[in-house]
């Protein structure tokens, strides 16, 4: 089992930056992948980042060079850096994980977190 707590959520205005965070724990340290997906009210939820062990990174077209995933072995963080908001941006975050597969568009990985709100108004 892995536990995951997202933080680092609130009120941005267009054009600003975030940073959230996702700790890991229990069976944490045999962790393959792990990603952040975002869910809008009335929409479906969709990938916006990916990390796969070994650092290998994935970003769907629509936040490629706004967004960067990024993972603290040490303290077994995955972080969400997001630049360049715009209202679009506004919905739920969530911190994804799997044990044994790459996560993709067409995958998801086993275990979620709670997720954060993440608002872009001004």
């Known amino acids: 089992q892995v536990q995951l707590v997202e933080s680092g959520g609130g009120l941005v205005q267009p054009g600003g930056s975030l940073r959230l965070s996702c700790a890991a724990s229990?069976?944490?340290?045999?962790?393959?992948?792990m990603a952040w997906y975002r869910q809008s009210p009335g929409e479906e939820r969709e990938l916006v980042a990916t990390?796969?062990?070994?650092?290998?990174?994935y970003y769907p077209n629509h936040v490629s060079g706004r967004f960067t995933i990024s993972k603290d072995n040490a303290k077994d963080t995955v972080y969400l850096q997001m630049n360049i908001l715009t209202p679009e941006d506004t919905a739920v975050y969530y911190c994804n994980a799997d044990l044994r597969q790459p996560i993709t568009p067409d995958r998801p990985g086993t275990y979620w977190g709670q997720g954060t709100q993440v608002t872009v108004a001004s």
């Open positions: 229990g069976s944490h340290f045999s962790i393959y992948s």
């Open positions: 990390f796969t062990r070994g650092g290998r990174t």
